[in-house]
């Protein structure tokens, strides 16, 4: 918890300073912003069982922006969608077992082909402070992050088979005793939900000109403008809410199932006894693309800066 204050510290002592630095000369311009930004993702935990997982976010904006001296406020609001997949390449159960003529036996079931996913759908309010110079410019600050929709998954495929200790080989491939090498694993959705988390957030970009921006050419007198950039999102808060349920992967013999199946139940790894009490935090990096819309400048406005 104190490397989350150092960061907040830090970003509000950086704000100060680059409010500080601004010349009150009133060289200004207001604009409505869009973007759009893909990037890698991972939902990181300090479980000693369960890898963090790894996945992709997708965020689509619309705010406002505030240029004034080089000094820059940007702040709106964004959906966040993020998909996070856990490894299940550990998921193999051996349990002792006593077939229907009493000779006991080790049922093996391997379910290293399936995904364990979770999806969910914030609404992120960025409140970001920066500069720009000349055709660079960079934002930090916090995202306050809400979540608004979320499901854990588990989908893939198992295989089960038997092994006697008087005999060599597996049984395997024997649907009639529920022995088979491609069972779905198909559980129902698992609603799922964060707790509201705040993202600290850092982009560095390049504003692009009509023409090729390495050929130097710059006609950027136009009322709208175009950003590209590299960003950063760490969530600095637990976001998980949802207490664990189950084991990722059990027998479960109170569960209804088809004749000749044997009842395998799976649980979603953020909800698992495995997971803990463990806590959760979202990161992304990423490529961001904004649009800039000059609103209306008062009579006797000066010129965009080049």
Not at 153 to 169: K, P, Q, V
Not at 221 to 227: D, E, L, P, V
Not at 238 to 250: E, Q, V
Request: hydrophobic letters at 40%.
């Amino acid at each position: 918890m104190k490397r989350q204050l150092y960061i907040l510290f830090a970003l509000l002592c950086f704000a100060q300073a680059l409010c500080a630095f601004t010349r009150l000369t009133a060289e200004q311009y207001h604009f409505i912003s869009l973007d759009g930004s893909l990037g890698y993702a991972s939902l990181i935990n300090d479980s000693e069982t369960i890898k963090p997982g790894t996945g992709v976010a997708a965020n689509i904006g619309v705010g406002y922006r505030f240029y004034r001296n080089y000094f820059l406020l940007s702040t709106g609001i964004e959906g966040y969608y993020l998909l996070n997949t856990y490894s299940m390449s550990d998921m193999k159960l051996n349990l002792d077992m006593i077939d229907t003529e009493g000779q006991p036996f080790v049922l093996t079931v391997d379910a290293t082909k399936g995904s364990d996913e979770c999806h969910s759908v914030s609404l992120n309010l960025p409140i970001l402070l920066g500069a720009e110079i000349k055709r660079f410019y960079f934002l930090v600050g916090p995202k306050l992050s809400y979540n608004v929709w979320g499901k854990a998954t588990m989908n893939g495929e198992m295989s089960l088979s038997a092994d006697y200790e008087r005999y060599i080989l597996p049984f395997e491939d024997m649907p009639t005793h529920g022995l088979v090498k491609k069972r779905p694993i198909n559980e129902p959705p698992k609603p799922l939900s964060w707790n509201f988390d705040v993202m600290a957030h850092a982009e560095i970009g390049i504003r692009l000109g009509k023409a090729d921006f390495l050929s130097g050419f710059d006609a950027f007198y136009s009322t709208t403008r175009y950003y590209l950039s590299v960003y950063a999102d760490y969530g600095l808060l637990n976001i998980r809410k949802s207490s664990a349920l189950d084991k990722r992967m059990k027998y479960d013999e109170s569960r209804q199932s088809e004749q000749n199946m044997i009842p395998i139940a799976f649980t979603p790894a953020i909800m698992s006894t495995e997971m803990g009490d463990a806590d959760v935090h979202q990161y992304q990096v990423g490529v961001k693309m904004t649009l800039l819309f000059e609103l209306p400048q008062k009579k006797g406005g000066t010129q965009w800066m080049h």
